[in-house]
C-alpha cells in the first residue's frame, strides 16, 4: 500500500490470479479437470473447494500452479508493459509465493516483508476470515523466512512496532541510488 501511494503502480498477483482464474474458460476446464466439476457450480469459483484440493496433497497445489503460474507471469508481463506502467521509472508486484512461482528471474529487486509468524497468522486470520489451522497449512506450503530472506536483496520488518514509512523511503532511495538504470535521475 505505501508504494502505491508513493505513486508506484504495483501489480497484486492474488488479485490478478483470481481474476484470470474467473476469465479464462480453458484454465477454468483445466481446473474443473483437476478439482471437479463443481469448482465453479453457480458461475463462481468455489474457493472451499480449490483449497481443501490444494491442501489435501502437495502434488494438488503443485498442477493447479502449473496451470495457473504461467498465465500469471504472462499477464505481468502485459502490466509492465502496458504504456502507463512502461512510462514509470519504477514497478512493483506483490506476490507470497514469488519465488516459489518462479518469478525472481521477472523483478531485478526482490523485497523480503517479514512479520512474526503470530503476528502473520492474527492478519491472515482477520483478512480472510479464516482459521488459524488454515493459515498454519498456507504459511507451511511456502518458503520459510530464513529461505526468503536468503534470496532477498532488502527485507522490510512489518512487525506492528518498528514503522513501516522509514523503512520504505529507504529502500526507494536505496533501489534509486543503486539501479540507476531503473530510476533515471530527474533533469
Known sequence: RLLEIMGIPVYLSDVEAK???HEDLCLRGELCALVGDDLFAGGTLNRAML????????????????????????DFRR????????????????????IEAGFRSEVDVLV?????REVRLQRAMRRDGASKEAIERRIEAQLSDEERTGQADYVIEN?????????????????????????????
Open 19 to 21: 481474476r484470470i482464474i
Open 159 to 187: 512487525d506492528g512496532k518498528l514503522p513501516l514509512l522509514p523503512q520504505v523511503m529507504d529502500l526507494i532511495a536505496s533501489v534509486s541510488e543503486k539501479y540507476r538504470y531503473l530510476c533515471p535521475p530527474n533533469p
Open 51 to 74: 483449497s481443501a484440493y490444494l491442501f489435501a496433497d502437495a502434488g494438488h497445489a503443485e498442477k493447479v500452479n502449473r496451470l495457473v503460474h504461467p498465465l500469471v507471469k504472462t
Open 112 to 116: 523480503a516483508v517479514c512479520a512474526p
Open 79 to 98: 502490466w509492465v508493459s502496458a504504456p502507463r506502467n512502461k512510462a514509470m521509472k519504477m514497478v512493483a508486484i506483490e506476490s507470497a509465493i514469488l
